[in-house]
Structures are given as C-alpha cells and as structure tokens.
C-alpha cells in the first residue's frame, strides 16, 4: 500500500486553541465604565460558569449586531 | 516585490530540519545581500544558541517566543528585506502566532511517514488562515534531510501533494556538514561550493520565486 496523507483531526484541545488563535482578526481593546458593583458581580458570575469577562462581552457583542 | 517578506519555517514534528532550514537559508539571504533577521520563537531556543555561537556574527537573531509574536515582530522588523521565523516543535498558540505573521510557511518534511503523518496539523492551520485572510500566508512543503533516489522519497511527495500544498523541488539532504557546521555556530556556506551549500542556495531561489521576486 503506498503512503497516504492523514486526514485532518481537530479533537486535540491545543489544536483547537491554535484554530481558534489563526481565524482570528486584528484585535481592539475595549474599554467601558461600569459600576463597581456589578463589575464585581459580573466577574464573579463569568469565573463561576468558567467564562473570561471578554468572552462574555464578545456574546453579547455577537447577540447585539445579530439582530 | 514589497518592503519585506516574513517566512515561517514550521513543523510540529521535532527533527524535521526548522533551525537548520532557518539559520541556512538566513545565511543564504545574507549572501544575496539582503538584510536578514532571524527569529526565534521555539522556546527550546536553538538558533539562539547557535546565534550565541558564531557571537551573533552571521545574522541578527531574536527570541520571540510568545504569543504576541505578529505585535512583537512589528516592533523589530523595520528595515529588514527577509524575516525567517524559526517555528516551535508544537502545534498550539505559538505556532498559530507563526503563521499568522508569515507570508509564507515552509513545512519542512522528512521522507519518512511519521513526518507526512504529523504535518497534517500545520497545514489545517495553514489552511483555516488562508480561508479567513484571502490566501495569506502561502505555503508549502519542503523536502528535508532526503536520501537520494530512494523509494521512500517518491512516495513522501506523493502523499505530500495529497494535502494540495506545493512541495518545492529544491530540498536538503543527509549530509554530516549541516549538523558539524551547526555546532560550530556556521552554516553549510563554510564550504560556499558544496553539495549542501548549492541545495540551499537553490531553496532561496525557488522560495523566491515562490513569492514573486523574480
């Protein structure tokens, strides 16, 4: 049987990353004010559910231009 | 041509020949009367020890081993007319950063199938970037460390070509003058007229012509 090229596997969790790290665009930093408290609360709720702040905000971005 | 070209030398596999490609075809660039800036960005950081040996007398060399390496390189590059990123020993955030500061991605492949098995990583990155920046970078595969008109080495382009990126038909062979010039900190131009030497003149030729210079 002659060699053959391996099909593509996108499991493996640091490939998967690096995918996520090529498709990406030119970033932006976005800076907001917001009320200590519910900064406080926000970034409570995000870590418990294993969320960053900026992925979060980057839903609601995508939700908001969306509709 | 534009101001400069930025090419990333990647593979996942250890061994498959990088900082050698790296670090020669600097040199080779060097030669032609370019201004070259080797960069570093596996962290084991070989063509920086390799740097350290000739005292930095070859070609300049940075580490760059983070994440922010296409900010990073910004920084550096001024004035430079080739970069050659020598790329990490993985596939992950690093070698993502790679491509997305290169033109062009040279695969060094072994002819051995655990080394066609394993580029099939880098070239989905390659691919995935190609898709969201209109074809940027390109890409192909080169030969490394290839053993004359072996069997092996006929199979290894076919398969490669199964992942429809170009092979170069320029290439690198087993020849001792690539590691012994290594550890003295030079490169295969100690001997300017040699087998090794005319197989990497002949892969900046054809890298150059891959791009577009002439």
Redesign the interface.
Same mark, same amino acid.
């Given at each position: 049987m %002659?060699? &053959?090229?391996?099909? %593509?596997? &996108?499991s493996h969790e640091?490939?998967q990353?690096?995918?996520k790290?090529?498709?990406q665009?030119e970033m932006k930093r976005l800076n907001l004010l917001v009320e200590k408290t519910k900064f406080i609360k926000f970034k409570q709720k995000a870590t418990a559910e294993d969320l960053s702040m900026s992925e979060v905000i980057n839903q609601m971005i995508d939700a908001y231009l969306s509709k | 041509m534009k101001g400069k070209t930025v090419v990333a030398v990647l593979n996942q596999k250890g061994g498959s020949g990088k900082t050698t490609i790296a670090t020669n075809l600097a040199h080779a660039f060097v030669l032609d009367g370019k201004s070259v800036l080797l960069v570093d960005s596996d962290p084991q950081g070989s063509a920086r020890d390799w740097n350290e040996a000739n005292l930095g007398e070859i070609v300049p060399v940075v580490g760059l081993d983070r994440?922010t390496l296409p900010k990073d390189l910004q920084a550096v590059s001024s004035g430079y007319d080739w970069i050659i990123i020598d790329g990490a020993p993985?596939?992950?955030?690093l070698?993502?950063?790679a491509?997305?500061s290169a033109d062009v991605v040279l695969i060094p492949v072994q002819p051995s199938?655990y080394d066609?098995?394993a580029?099939?990583?880098v070239?989905?990155?390659?691919k995935?970037?190609q898709?969201?920046t209109n074809g940027v970078p390109k890409a192909a595969f080169l030969v490394s460390r290839a053993i004359v008109n072996t069997k092996?080495g006929a199979?290894?382009i076919?398969?490669?070509r199964?992942?429809d990126l170009p092979v170069f038909s320029s290439r690198t062979s087993q020849r001792v003058i690539y590691s012994e010039s290594a550890s003295e900190g030079k490169t295969v131009f100690v001997d300017s007229n040699g087998p090794a030497a005319l197989e990497v003149l002949a892969i900046r030729d054809e890298l150059k012509r891959f791009v577009g210079e002439e």
């Open positions: %002659s060699l &053959r090229a391996k099909k %593509s596997d &996108r640091g490939k990353e690096a995918l790290t090529v498709t665009g | 994440e993985q596939v992950a955030k070698s993502a950063a491509i997305k199938p066609v098995w580029a099939a990583d070239v989905d990155l390659v995935a970037r898709v969201v092996l199979e290894v076919g398969a490669l199964d992942y």
